[in-house]
C-alpha cells in the first residue's frame, strides 16, 4: 500500500495538520472526528455527468444511505444531482436538502401503506418492490392521481458478487421481482398491461464487490424487459432506473476504473440503453463519497498483549461497524500520524488498531505494520466517506463524531464547515429515553 507521497497524501496531511491547528481534533476536546472533502465530492459529481453521453436524458440521484448528511445532500444537489431515499428518514432528508420531489426515487422494499402515500402525493418516483406492494399503490391510485415516475424494481437474478450480504441480484435476493422465478415475467407482462401508470424499470445488482461486467449484465436484463413490454403491450418503457453500484478501490490512491470504464462497458454491452428510447435514472452512493472522505482518532493508550502491540484508539464499531464485523470483506488503509497530525516515521511493526468499544473483536486492523503509536498519535481510517461515520452503530453510547466539510483555497487554506456537530452526552441521554 503506497500512500505516503501521492497528492491525496498530501491532501490528507494538510486537512488534518489544519484540524489540528483548528482545535477539531485533540486531546482534551475531539479524540475523533470526520471529514468530508467537498471539492473532491465536486469532481467526482463532474466525473459522473461528464462519463454519460450529451445524447440521453440523465437523473443521476445519490443514494442518500452512502451519506444521509443534510448538508452533503444539499451539496449534492447544488451540483445537480437528484437523490435516491430508502425509506422516510431518508427521503425527509431529502427533502431537507431542497430536492425537488420529482428529483427524488424511493427504493426501499419495506414501504408502508403512509410512505407510499406521501410519496405519491409528493410526486417523488417510487419503485415498486413486489407484487403486493403494486397492489398497494394501485390502491392509492385509484383515490388520487399522481404524477410519480413509478417503476418496478427487477432482481435480474445475475448472481452475486464478492460480498454476499452486498449483492441483491442473487437468484433467492429478498429485493425487487425474480425475473427469472416461473410465471413472474407473464405476471410483470400482466401488471404493466393492466397500469399504465407503470412506465419504468429499476435494478439495482449490488454495491461492492459486483464486477462491471456484472452491473452490465443486470442492466441489459432490465433493459430487455422494457423493450419486451414495448413490443408486447405497444406502449413503450418510459425509463430505466439502472441503480448504483460502481465499487471502490479501498486498497489505494490510484484511480480504480470509474464513471466512464462503466459507460464504456454500458455502450458494450447494451446499446439500446443509450439509443434515446429511454430515459435513465442513476443512484450512485459509495463511488461518490468514499474516497472524499477519512476519519481520524486520536490513540489513547498502547499496550502489549501476548507480544502483540495494540492501540487503543477512539474509532472502533461505532463509525466503522462493517470493517469490525466483516473485517475480511471491508479492510480500510490505516494511516499513522503524531498528534500535529504530520506523518509517524519509523520502521512499520504488527499492531492492532483497536477501538473504545467494549467487545474484544473491536478491532480496525489487526497486525497492520505502522509505524508505533504512542498514546496522542492520530490514526486516520481513509476512504469512509460514505457508509462510515455518516451512519454511526450507537453501541456503548459513544457519542457520534463531528463531521467537517472541507475546502481548500488556491493558496493551500483549509477551510472547514460543519456537516454534523458532535453530540454531547446530553444529545446520548436524549436518544436513550434519559
Ligand atoms: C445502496 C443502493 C444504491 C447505492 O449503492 P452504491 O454501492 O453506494 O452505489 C443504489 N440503489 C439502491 C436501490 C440501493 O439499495
Known sequence: MTHANTSAA???ESILRAAVRQGLL???HAVLAAFVDLDGVAASVRALHTAFPDSVSVLHTFAAKANCLVPVLRELRALGMGCEAAGAGELAQALAAGFAPDH???DSPAKTRAELARALELGVAVNADSFQE??????ILTRRPSSSRIGVRLNPQVGGGDIAAMSTATATSKFGVALDDDGNRRRLLDAYRARPWLTWVHAHVGSQGC????MAEGVARAVDFADEVGRTLGRPVTGIDIGGGLPVDFEGDDPPPGFDAYVRRLQDRVPRLFGGAYRIVTEFGRSLLAKN???AALVEYTKTSGGRRVAITHAGAQVAARTVFMPSAWPLRIT???PDGGPRTGEPVP???AGPCCFAGDLLASARPLPPLAPGDIVALLDTGAYYSSTPFHYNSLPDPAVHGVRVGPGGEVVFEPLRRAETLDDVLARTGG
Open 10 to 12: 498530501r491532501r490528507r
Open 211 to 214: 464486477s462491471l461486467d456484472l
Open 134 to 139: 403494486l397492489d398497494r399503490i394501485e390502491g
Open 293 to 295: 472522505g477519512f476519519t
Open 104 to 106: 427524488i426515487v424511493l
Open 351 to 353: 499492531q492492532d488498531i
Open 26 to 28: 485533540g486531546p482534551d
Open 336 to 338: 499513522a500520524h503524531g
